[in-house]
């Protein structure tokens, strides 16, 4: 295999080619001693899916829908940042199950988890953590995910993935924003006891959460009227009436278009300003803003700090909470463990959710978004300790292996790559996005698409976002011989069309 970007990488890589024969290759194979992972990717069928992925496909059908089935997985064979097939074919995977695989697949130390039988019992005695907590659920709690919560937001409430996380979160809003209205100790009303059994103010008061154009924020009831990404989400679906606000569009390359830029977050904010009067002077004032750092599914379109900060503003000017969803951007892809930590606010955002390579779902605030009473926020199982025994480890791994600062290293090598194609192949451009969480533009949707397929069928898992654009999201030990793999692959398939 040729490795045509060694010359983007930088004089330190420890990966660059010496001028003798072979010394890359040697270094890859040194790597990969300690490792399990295979060499580089291995398509063995014509086509993804393969024969063996098909026939299980038409068993599904019997039973559930499988429109978005791409390929059936061998999850034994997977390991690191391969993914493996039924048919065989091993890809390099940097979508990694749409963004929540942090450590590769079967990494050591989690296989190892639930060989320990303290462990095992808290996943087989899955409790109603509300309710019946173990034991060691404070403990964990303050150990795994306060020791990685956001600075400034010591609360945690848990919940099981990224859709009931901004729902619960929404509530904690609309709950915090009618205290602030009403008094943090005064007694409902019975009017409001009543009005709300038959979904009438005040006991289901008119609020809003305003949320952006291209945003994706779940797929739940409530969080489907702040997603605005593809219409296949939301058709035939009722929807709240809550603001849109348009997320600011950028020109690239960014360094050659500051002005400009700077001019489109000014015309977003002044939007959100503009839409927050609206909706007060509609009765259905804005009792929060949602924001993604980085819009994923939208088209990974990214704002800048000044953006935020401005946005956060606007929030505190208003009186309505700022809720930054961290579900698909948490985890450390974009070389923090938060993405809002690129942006420098003033103060913590007022409810930050996560999910995904978290393993569970939640979100982080501080005291003021507690209900006074019981039961409001509230479900069964309220998230689950296994997926917290989990995280444990995870975090262990990313704290001992500097993780963190490999996406940073990776990631540069990576995006310095695509941008190398950009100037190669005009098909694409706009590359962006931090760490190795980075994205490009294609010409159209039919050219994203068929790059993205014949990405696949050359070794490659990656996937597509918003109209025309090919989104980035390796594991977290993904590192610059893979980048290379990736780039290779890529120029090889762009070179093809």
């Known amino acids: 295999m040729r490795h045509f970007f060694l010359k983007t990488l930088p004089k330190a890589h420890k990966y660059v080619k010496s001028q003798q024969s ?11 001693s300690t490792s399990s992972e295979p060499k580089e990717p291995i398509v063995r069928t014509k086509t993804i899916p393969g024969p063996k992925s098909i026939e299980l496909k038409n068993q599904l059908e019997a039973v559930q829908s499988t429109g978005t089935v791409q390929f059936f ?18 890809l390099l995977d940097v979508y990694t199950q749409i963004s929540s695989v942090p450590l590769g697949y079967n990494h050591p130390r989690l296989v190892n988890v639930f060989k320990d039988e303290r462990n095992l019992k808290s996943l087989i005695n899955r409790p109603a953590l509300g309710v019946f907590p173990g034991k060691e659920w404070p403990e964990k709690l303050n150990s795994v995910l306060k020791n990685v919560a956001p600075k400034g937001l010591n609360k945690i409430t848990t919940m099981m993935c990224g859709s009931c996380s901004n729902e619960n979160a929404f509530k904690s809003i609309f709950i915090w924003y009618q205290n602030k209205i009403r008094g943090q100790n005064v007694s409902f009303t019975e009017q409001e006891i009543n009005s709300c059994m038959i979904n009438l103010p005040p006991g289901a008061p008119k609020l809003s959460i305003l949320s952006f154009k291209g945003a994706f924020h779940g797929r739940t009831l409530g969080a489907l009227s702040t997603t605005h990404s593809k219409y296949i989400h939301k058709i035939d679906v009722p929807s709240f009436d809550w603001p849109i606000a348009t ?6 390359p960014l360094e050659e278009n500051v002005a400009e830029n700077k001019k489109e977050d000014a015309k977003c904010l002044a939007e959100v300003q503009e839409l927050i009067e609206q909706y007060s002077k509609k009765n259905i004032p804005v009792a ?9 599914e939208g088209g990974d379109n990214e704002a800048s700090p000044e953006f935020f900060q401005g946005l956060q503003k606007i929030c505190k000017k208003n009186g309505a909470a700022l809720l930054i969803d961290e579900v698909q951007t948490g985890g450390g892809g974009t070389g923090k463990m938060w993405c809002h930590e690129h942006f420098n606010l003033e103060s913590p955002p007022d409810v930050v959710t996560f999910s995904k390579k978290m393993q569970l779902g939640g979100y982080f605030h ?20 296994g997926k917290v025994i989990l995280l444990e480890e995870i975090i262990k791994v990313i704290q001992e292996e500097k993780l963190l600062e490999n996406v940073q290293t990776a990631g540069a090598v990576l995006k310095n790559g695509l941008l190398s194609l950009e100037k190669e192949f005009p098909i694409v451009s706009a590359t962006r ?3 190795t969480f980075l994205a490009l533009n294609c010409t159209n949707t039919k050219v994203r698409d068929s790059i993205v397929a014949q990405l696949k069928q050359n070794g490659v898992q990656t996937g597509g976002c918003g109209d025309i654009s090919i989104r980035f999201r390796p594991a977290l030990i993904f590192k610059e011989y893979h980048a290379n793999i990736v780039l290779d692959r890529f120029r090889k398939v762009l070179k093809s069309l």
């Open 22 to 32: 072979g010394v890359l290759e040697n270094n890859w194979a040194k790597a990969y």
């Open 73 to 90: 997985a061998d999850y034994e064979k997977s390991t690191g940042n391969y993914i493996c097939d039924v048919d065989g074919n091993i």
């Open 247 to 252: 997320f600011p569009q950028y020109k690239y």
């Open 288 to 296: 929060g803003v949602i924001v993604e750092p980085i819009q994923s």
């Open 366 to 385: 501080n005291e003021d978004f507690i209900p006074n009473q019981s039961y409001r926020i509230f479900n069964t199982w309220m998230g689950d300790p």
């Open 433 to 435: 996005g931090r760490g």
